[in-house]
């Protein structure tokens, strides 16, 4: 139980052009889902939480505008990277949370941006 | 906010010897502790972890401790083997919003 897909798991694209990434709850309801940014040889660090059905929460630093957010159900969260440029190359990795504290991670999707 | 601290930053055991790790945090309000297990281009697997109203707890070979007045916390792994070789990283909630801050992570090799 509780498995957190991701997709797609690595994308190549242009500087300029927008990627929108998927995140679903396969056998659970989503009340929360996180969306982290991990650069090679460093830790996890939280974007921005979203819950369904409302706007998402953006951490400090992180500009709402460029890193679009969206929840529209109890299984699914997309974060799309507008105007991409090549220092927003990182691995984009997802979590989702039923409820309680625990989070169960997606895959990540590796960007990387030309 | 919450700032984790995660000592060492790499690690290196013989095969058979303990792992030790360790974390600080600094908000006395979190209250949830997970210990993580990345392996390089994969997603965090989450092997243990412990609450506040607990102070030690252990799952096979893992063992994790919490020292709420200390605000510390350490992950402990006995009888290493090759395939505990990974990064682990310490993480810190509050059950008011469920963030987790996450340590800067701990590079474990294991020697055969």
């Known amino acids: 139980g509780a498995v957190v897909s991701q997709h797609p798991s690595w994308v190549i694209c242009k500087s300029g052009t927008s990627v929108k990434i998927e995140c679903r709850s396969l056998?659970?309801?989503?009340?929360?889902m996180f969306w982290y940014r991990q650069f090679p040889k460093q830790s996890l660090m939280l974007m921005a939480t979203?819950?369904?059905?409302?706007?998402?929460?953006?951490e400090q630093g992180v500009e709402k505008d460029k890193f679009l957010i969206n929840h529209a159900s109890l299984t699914l969260s997309t974060l799309t990277v507008t105007s991409a440029h090549p220092e927003d190359s990182s691995f984009y990795i997802c979590?989702?949370?039923?409820?309680?504290?625990?989070?169960?991670f997606g895959p990540g999707t590796r960007l990387t941006v030309t | 906010g919450e700032n984790v601290e995660q000592h060492p930053s790499t690690l290196s055991v013989q095969e058979g010897d303990s792992a030790v790790i360790k974390c600080t945090y600094s908000?006395?309000?979190?209250?949830?502790f997970p210990w993580y297990k990345q392996e390089l281009g994969k997603r965090p697997q989450l092997i243990i972890d412990?609450?506040?109203?607990?102070g030690e707890k252990k799952d096979q070979r893992i063992a994790v401790t919490l020292n709420k007045t200390a605000k510390h916390f350490s992950l402990h792994i006995t009888e290493t083997q090759p395939e505990d070789s990974a990064v682990y990283f310490c993480?810190?909630?509050?059950?008011?919003?469920?963030?987790?801050?996450f340590g800067a992570g701990t590079t474990v090799t294991v020697r055969a």
């Open positions: 979203s819950n369904e059905g409302s706007k998402a929460t953006y």
């Open positions: 412990i609450r506040s109203n607990v």
């Open positions: 908000d006395s309000a979190s209250n949830y």
């Open positions: 979590s989702a949370s039923p409820g309680a504290e625990e989070q169960y």
């Open positions: 056998d659970f309801q989503a009340t929360t």
């Open positions: 993480a810190a909630s509050r059950s008011n919003d469920y963030k987790l801050s």
